[in-house]
């Protein structure tokens, strides 16, 4: 303690000092001045036209005055150096005054005025967000105005969504392509499905991105922003909710903030139900003879997790911000099927019929911690930021395999499928470090310079110990085979730096970003069994061009090139089996690299109808895909024939499309969201080809009803999709939600939804090979009714925690020093 108030003497000595030094060099000029902007305490935004005076400090009369600018900005020059007092004055805010000592200029900051008690008695806040924005970059989906995916998951927030497709799995896809997936604007090693949709606060989708941005995902970057609450005084939210399929929900969400401290604490529940079928029809072609076989799951996926966040803002100065967070994911998640297979004969008559069951359980924690600056100056738009985010997750895996066959009548058959029994267990763990920081700086009004350094850190563990029952001896062996020791590292590095500029009504940014990677990987259970990858430094280039027309409409076009790089997982070779069918990972895949060419065209009709059409193409080449193989499968000493899945490098894969989203505000209370995307793809790959017409709808209806009431009702649309081997059948389905609010404040609400109205959401897929064709099915329970319970309260006063203030102490509480 003693030397920690040493070097703060120290530091405020010298401070002192170099305040001495500069008011020395200031009594030789003759003129000086006074800089500053004003800014409102809760929102953040600029007060214009506000009365800023300055007065002399001896008797205080006043030298000058001005209304603050537009942007808040006012500015005193050509005065003599001395001691003064800032007076500010406003209709809804409290009068601030401030002793200022000038000797040459200085920067006294963002000026944070307060809103009057009085100003707020009476007063009915009407604004709100829209559900969903249009810019001509990118598109904000805001999840508070969402009701189906209440009580959810970012998965169902995701579902909401225009623009994007989440399939059965949770895979998501935006405009036929993957995108890269964010958490506040960085990775995480949280997947979809552990993030609760109560903690979401928006979703931001950027189809083609800048040099600013990752050039990981070959269809842009989906950024799901985390709820921040920095209101005044203490404040919250309660809820619950249950649902049909037995599923619940609970959360906590509190904020308190006086003076330069903001703290807030996130807490939540889960517990979700999800039933499933699956159902497998294969023709099996062997020369001339041919069988079939018919496979049946019936299981339910659950999925039980709690998630808590806590953390600060440190507002230490009107410059300088610092942000601290800790977060904790831990759950299980657990899949537990039975399975029923029958053989058939060429005539497709049972001959035999299989029994067993195939569970897995997987239990996991997730550590996530971040700690974020932000430093603004005196020169309007000039910003520096910089954070660290760390993630570690932790998780232990448990499953069980039986299958025993029997004849038609019921008797135990080993011939030709002998009975098969095996558990595995194993656990593993994943960091990921991420470190950036980002500066822009303003040349002129329309031109600013923006440049960046990234770095990010993964390193993935999995060890799985797979044993199979010998039935001649009874006991159980160690299967090599399906069990696996793997070491997994990622090293990305990146830089970038872009221009944005222009004249007149045409704007323009051109951006380069060079990234370079290095994986490594080893399978320690097998001899030799490993990989070192080390790609050189590519290059991203985008270019944004815009041109403003006459009636608020603009014309954008724009390129960038992207890179997909192989996800860990489809790096992973072991294997993965489920009577008669596997999966495993390609070690050699190559990362894929797409050139994307979009033409946008932006309108906005009254403030009522906006209009978002673009036109797009986008050439992949090594395009990462998967394919599916007849093979034959060495299993407890015993040989499988199964259809393998695993990932490949394809030739290339084109797609050209056009979307168009369509934001209309048809009544007062009432909104209507329509996207549509239709595209041309085609895919090559292994000597196979194949190509098609796709296309995806999606309507987002908002309307206010009498009685505090609000309706949503969201529908989707999803031809068939192109696969290099077959086909996935087209997919629809329907949500409702309903809200109602009570009290005089409206803030207890009970909100009603019902997921897939007409029960048609599934998955259907055909696959064609060279030696059988496969048709799969796949329906879990989505038709469900959920309620949900929520109560917000609080009160916005900023002085809460200290009624009693010393004289002296009103206002200024966050001023600081000069910028420079």
Do not use: C
Request: glycine fraction near 8%.
């Amino acid at each position: 303690m003693r030397k920690l108030g040493l070097l703060i003497w120290s530091m405020g000595m010298l401070a002192g000092t170099a305040a001495f030094a500069q008011q020395q060099q200031g009594n030789q000029q003759q003129q000086a001045e006074i800089l500053g902007k004003l800014i409102d305490d809760q929102t953040g935004k600029p007060v214009e036209y506000a009365s800023v005076a300055l007065l002399k400090s001896t008797d205080s009369s006043v030298v000058t005055g001005m209304l603050s600018k537009g942007n808040g900005d006012f500015d005193f020059r050509n005065i003599a150096p001395g001691k003064y007092i800032l007076k500010i004055y406003f209709i809804g805010y409290e009068t601030f005054f401030k002793p200022v000592t000038v000797r040459q200029s200085s920067d006294v900051g963002n000026v944070r005025l307060k809103t009057t008690a009085t100003a707020l008695k009476g007063v009915e806040v009407v604004g709100e967000k829209p559900a969903f924005t249009m810019e001509i970059d990118k598109r904000v989906f805001n999840v508070e105005k969402n009701l189906a995916s209440v009580g959810g998951t970012a998965t169902d927030v995701l579902r909401q969504v225009p623009s994007v497709n989440v399939d059965i799995d949770g895979n998501v896809s935006v405009r036929n392509g993957s995108p890269t997936i964010f958490i506040d604007g960085r990775p995480s090693t949280l997947t979809l499905d552990q993030i609760p949709a109560d903690a979401i606060q928006s979703v931001e989708v950027v189809t083609n991105p800048s040099a600013k941005y990752d050039a990981e995902g070959m269809s842009g970057i989906l950024n799901i922003v985390l709820k921040k609450n920095r209101k005044a005084g203490i404040n919250g939210l309660i809820q619950g909710g249950y649902s049909s399929t037995k599923s619940s929900n609970a959360g906590v969400d509190l904020n308190a903030r006086q003076g330069k401290i903001n703290l807030f604490l996130n807490y939540s529940l889960r517990d979700r139900r999800s039933p499933m079928k699956q159902h497998m029809f294969r023709k099996n072609i062997d020369g001339n003879d041919v069988s079939y076989m018919d496979q049946y799951q019936d299981g339910e996926f659950g999925r039980r997790f709690q998630n808590g966040r806590l953390g600060f803002d440190w507002f230490i100065d009107n410059r300088n911000t610092l942000t601290v967070s800790q977060g904790i994911t831990a759950g299980d998640f657990n899949n537990l099927n039975t399975q029923e297979i029958f053989d058939l004969n060429g005539n497709k008559e049972r001959i035999q019929r299989g029994l067993g069951r195939n569970d897995s359980k997987h239990n996991f924690r997730n550590y996530a911690t971040q700690v974020g600056y932000k430093r603004t100056f005196s020169k309007e738009g000039r910003e520096l930021t910089a954070d660290v985010t760390y993630n570690r997750a932790n998780n232990r895996n448990n499953n069980d395999y039986s299958l025993q066959y029997f004849d038609m009548a019921g008797e135990p058959s080993n011939s030709p499928n002998r009975p098969e029994t095996r558990y595995g267990t194993g656990s593993g763990n994943t960091t990921y470090l991420t470190a950036q920081v980002d500066f822009v700086t303003p040349l002129t009004e329309k031109s600013k310079v923006e440049a960046g350094l990234r770095s990010n850190n993964r390193r993935f563990n999995n060890m799985l110990s797979t044993f199979g029952k010998d039935f001649t001896s009874g006991e159980f062996a160690y299967d090599s085979s399906l069990s696996n020791d793997y070491r997994y590292t990622e090293q990305i590095n990146a830089a970038y730096v872009s221009y944005t500029g222009g004249y007149g009504n045409f704007g323009f940014q051109t951006g380069l970003r060079a990234e370079q990677s290095f994986y490594t990987g080893e399978l320690r259970n097998v001899k030799g069994a490993s990989y070192e990858i080390d790609y050189p430094i590519s290059l991203f280039p985008s270019v944004f061009l815009s041109q403003k027309l006459k009636g608020d409409h603009e014309l954008q076009l724009n390129y960038s090139r992207r890179i997909q790089r192989p996800w860990f997982r489809d790096l992973l070779p072991n294997i993965e089996y489920n009577a008669n069918s596997a999966r495993r990972g390609n070690p050699s895949l190559a990362p894929e690299f797409t050139n994307s060419f979009e033409l946008s065209y932006l309108k906005d009709f009254n403030r009522k109808v906006n209009v978002l059409a673009s036109l797009y193409f986008r050439n992949t080449n090594n395009a990462i895909t998967n394919f599916y193989l007849d093979t034959t499968l060495v299993l407890d000493g015993q040989e499988r024939k199964v259809l393998l899945n695993y990932p490949i490098n394809a030739d290339h894969r084109n797609s050209y499309g056009a979307e168009l989203t369509v934001r209309t505000q048809v009544t007062k209370g009432w909104d209507i969201t329509t996207n549509v995307n239709m595209a041309q793809t085609s895919v090559s790959a292994q000597n196979l080809d194949n190509s098609g017409f796709i296309w995806f709808g999606k309507v987002n209806s908002n309307t206010k009803l009498p009685w505090n009431l609000t309706l949503q009702v969201t529908g989707e649309y999803e031809s068939k999709q192109i696969l290099p081997q077959g086909e996935e059948a087209p997919e629809y389905q329907i949500d409702l939600g309903l809200k109602k609010d009570f009290l005089k404040k409206k803030n207890l609400s009970v909100m009603v939804g019902l997921n897939d109205i007409f029960n048609t959401d599934r998955d259907l897929s055909w696959t064609k090979t060279s030696f059988s064709e496969s048709e799969r099915y796949r329906k879990r329970v989505s038709r469900e009714l959920r309620v949900n319970v929520s109560w917000r309260f609080g009160k916005m006063d900023a002085k809460i925690f200290n009624k009693k203030k010393r004289g002296g102490e009103e206002g200024g509480g966050d001023m600081g020093g000069d910028g420079f």
